[in-house]
C-alpha cells in the first residue's frame, strides 16, 4: 500500500487526522519544512507528527518524510500525459491508438528504470545469479511473460522452473531446496496463493527476489530482495494491464541480462553454438541484413 494511502486510511485520532491531511495536500511542497513549521501550519505539535510516524510503522518523522516525498516524486514524474488504465479514448482512430501505446509503453519502462536502485539490482541478480536453480511463482499475464525469461535462461545452461498450475505453486514450494532461489511476480503483492508460497519458501530458508508494485504490501514483508513495477494501474478498471506488463517483461530482461553479463563470454558462446546447432534447420531468412551462413 502506498503511503499516501496508507496516511487516508490509518487509525489516527482528531489531531492527528488534521496533520495527514494537511501533509497529504501539501505533498513535496513539505520537503523544506521543519517538522515544527508543519505542526504549526497543522494547528499541532510535533508529538503528533511523531505519533503518526510510529503508528505507521516507521522509526521516525525523518524516516516518515523522506520515504513519502519519494514515493510524491515518483507519482508526479512520468505519465503526466497518458491514463495507464485508459490510454485511448472510443473516438481514437487507429493511429492514435497505435501512438498512444507506444508511448504508454516507453513511459512505463522509463518508470521502471526510475524505481530501480544498484544495489536492490546487484542483490536480485546475485541472488539468482548463484542459485543452483530458480523457481518462479507467478499468474495470470505474468505467466507468458515468465516462459520468455526462462527460454532465455535455459538457452544458457540455466534451471529454471514455472509452475501454470495455481493448485500446485505451494507443492513447488514445499519441494524448493535451499541453494535455489524463488522469483515471485505479484503486482498487488496481496494475492493469497503467492503469499502461501511465500511463507513456505521462507520457512525452508529459500532466498526469495520479489518483483511487486510500489509500498508495502504482505510479499515485501517476506522476501529477501524486492524490485518494484510500474505502478500506475488500478487491479481492476482499465483496458488492459498494458504499463504492469511490459514493466514486467524489462525487469526481467534486465535480470537475465545481468545473470547472463556475470560469465558474458560463456553464455555469449553457448547461446550462439546452440541456436545454430538446433535453430539453423528451421529460421531461414532472405533479408540480407539478417540472414546468417553457417
Not at 504549526?40 to 516525498?69: N, V
Not at 526469495?208 to 513495477?229: K, Q
Not at 524489462?250 to 553479463?261: E, H
Request: charged share 25%; hydrophobic share 40%.
Amino acid at each position: 500500500m502506498l503511503i499516501r494511502d496508507r496516511l487516508s486510511q490509518c487509525a489516527l485520532s482528531d489531531g492527528e487526522r488534521a496533520v495527514a491531511e494537511y501533509i497529504l495536500k501539501q505533498g513535496t511542497a513539505i520537503r523544506a519544512m521543519t517538522i515544527k513549521e508543519i505542526a504549526d501550519a497543522s494547528f499541532s505539535s510535533p508529538s503528533t507528527l511523531l505519533r503518526i510516524a510510529h503508528k505507521m510503522d516507521f522509526q521516525g518523522w525523518i524516516e516518515l518524510k523522506e520515504a513519502y516525498l519519494r514515493e510524491e516524486e515518483y507519482l508526479n514524474a512520468h505519465f503526466s500525459g497518458i491514463d495507464a488504465n485508459l490510454p485511448f479514448q472510443k473516438k481514437d482512430s487507429a493511429m492514435t491508438i497505435a501512438a498512444k501505446i507506444a508511448a504508454l509503453k516507453k513511459e512505463a519502462i522509463d518508470d521502471t528504470l526510475s524505481l530501480i536502485t544498484d544495489r536492490q539490482l546487484n542483490a536480485a541478480a546475485a541472488m539468482l545469479e548463484k542459485a543452483s536453480s530458480i523457481g518462479i511463482y507467478a499468474s495470470g499475464e505474468n505467466l507468458v511473460i515468465c516462459r520468455d525469461f526462462q527460454l532465455n535462461m535455459t538457452k544458457i545452461g540455466r534451471k529454471v522452473t514455472l509452475c501454470g498450475l495455481q493448485g500446485e505453486i505451494a507443492y513447488m514450494a514445499y519441494q524448493a531446496e535451499p541453494s535455489s532461489c524463488a522469483l515471485i511476480i505479484s503486482y498487488s503483492g496481496e494475492t493469497p496463493i503467492p503469499i502461501q508460497a511465500a511463507k513456505i519458501l521462507k520457512k525452508h530458508q529459500v532466498p526469495i527476489v520479489l518483483i511487486t508494485s510500489l509500498g508495502d504490501n504482505s510479499l515485501t514483508r517476506i522476501a529477501d530482495c524486492t524490485l518494484r513495477l510500474c505502478t500506475r494501474e488500478k487491479l481492476y478498471s482499465k483496458i488492459a494491464p498494458f504499463s504492469s506488463d511490459i514493466s514486467a517483461e524489462y525487469l526481467l530482461d534486465v535480470l537475465y541480462s545481468c545473470i547472463f553479463s556475470a560469465d558474458y563470454d560463456e553464455n555469449l558462446r553457448r547461446k550462439i553454438q546452440s541456436a545454430r546447432e538446433i535453430e539453423h534447420s528451421v529460421r531461414k531468412s532472405t533479408v540480407e541484413g539478417i540472414r546468417e551462413d553457417l
